[in-house]
């Protein structure tokens, strides 16, 4: 079933996701939403399915244009045509999913709450690795993983070496170096940015291992807010 509505239903959006058919999906904390330009559709559940999901947090779509989404109830692929959810099988229970990205061998990468669990490219579940902490974002740069989290900071993690390694920022702010981060991005040029909780907006150069940082005391506020 589908609802439309001219505004946004929701406004406690998690991540917005333009596809390559040009929609807008909307993850919201109480549905998913696709926008066309004009108006608002929530992709509605099925009533009669065994998971009902609630929290969407991430929308990703891979090489194959399949449509990902991450929730509180775990991973699912939404059907564009048939307008239905697929859930997918991470050998876990209700597990809070709050990201996912795809490997040049379409192998996709999934952040749980129990760790990063792998997938391969029909989305069937190959292993799981265990992570020192919760983490809340997470992107793919070549053979590494960058992972953030609200509370321990940067760490990466090596496709090919399985390693977990911590990332200390260059910063002569102590709390920086352990700032509270929201959401990751790798530029064209290879920075990094961290959008964090406390310091703002964060880029970081893991070649030279500098950084700078956008916030309220040293940014006009027309530019962050």
């Not at 952040?111 to 292993?127: C, F, R, T």
Request: charged letters at 20%; hydrophobic letters at 30%; glycine letters at 6%.
């Amino acid at each position: 079933a589908l609802k439309t509505q001219s505004n946004t239903p929701y406004s406690n959006i998690n991540d917005l996701y333009s596809d390559s058919y040009g929609i807008i999906w909307l993850a919201t904390e109480n549905g998913l939403l696709q926008y066309n330009g004009y108006e608002y559709t929530k992709c509605e559940q099925d009533t009669s399915a065994q998971v009902h999901y609630n929290d969407f947090r991430k929308i990703y779509e891979d090489s194959r244009q399949r449509l990902w989404v991450c929730t509180d109830k775990g991973l699912a692929i939404y059907d564009r045509k048939v307008k239905k959810y697929i859930h997918i099988d991470l050998q876990v229970c209700n597990t809070y999913v709050n990201g996912i990205e795809e490997d040049k061998d379409g192998h996709l990468w999934v952040l749980s709450q129990y760790g990063i669990v792998e997938l391969d490219q029909e989305g069937k579940y190959l292993a799981r690795y265990e992570l020192p902490h919760n983490f809340n974002s997470l992107v793919m740069d070549g053979d590494l993983l960058w992972i953030g989290s609200h509370h321990e900071g940067l760490y990466t993690f090596h496709l090919k070496t399985k390693e977990i390694k911590r990332i200390t920022l260059p910063h002569p702010n102590v709390q920086a170096h352990n700032p509270r981060i929201h959401t990751l991005m790798i530029a064209s040029d290879g920075n990094l940015y961290i959008g964090t909780r406390n310091e703002g907006l964060i880029i970081y150069n893991p070649r030279t291992n500098t950084q700078h940082s956008y916030n309220r005391e040293n940014t006009p506020t027309h530019i962050i807010s």
